[in-house]
C-alpha cells in the first residue's frame, strides 16, 4: 500500500489553525476572567454608593441638629421635657396615672359612694 503524504501547506494550515484556536480560547478565558472583576467592582461600587448616602443623610440630620442646639429656646424645652426643669418661681405640675394611689386611700369603682 501506498502512504499518502500530506502535504506541508495542509500541516501548516492545520496548525495555524490550531494555533489561532488555542489563541482564541485563551483570549475568552482572559475576558471572561475580566468581566468577573469588572462585575465584582460593580457590585463593590454600589454599596460604597450606598454607605455614602447613607452617611450624607446622617450627615444632613446632625447638621440640623446642631442648628437646633444653637438655638437657646430649643434647649430650654429640651431641659424642660427630658430633666423636668422648672425656671425660678414656676411649679412643676405632674399628672398623676390613672392607676397611682392618691394619698393613701383608693376608691373601688364599683363601690357607691354616699
Keep these: 500500500m501506498a502512504k499518502k ?3 506541508n501547506t495542509k ?3 492545520r496548525i495555524g489553525n490550531v494555533i489561532v484556536f488555542a489563541f482564541i480560547c485563551f483570549l475568552l478565558v482572559q475576558f471572561g476572567q475580566q468581566y468577573v ?23 444632613e440630620a446632625l ?12 434647649i430650654e424645652s429640651v431641659a424642660r421635657e427630658t430633666l423636668g426643669l422648672v425656671k425660678k ?22 363601690k357607691d359612694i354616699h
Design 5 to 7: 503524504k500530506v502535504s
Design 37 to 59: 472583576k469588572y462585575y465584582d467592582l460593580k457590585q463593590e461600587a454600589q454599596q460604597y454608593q450606598q454607605i455614602k448616602d447613607q452617611q450624607l443623610a446622617k450627615n
Design 89 to 110: 418661681g414656676e411649679v412643676l405640675v405632674v399628672p398623676a396615672k390613672e392607676d397611682a394611689q392618691v394619698g393613701q386611700s383608693k376608691v373601688d369603682a364599683n
Design 11 to 13: 500541516r501548516r494550515f
Design 63 to 74: 447638621k440640623k441638629e446642631k442648628e437646633l442646639l444653637s438655638d437657646t429656646s430649643y
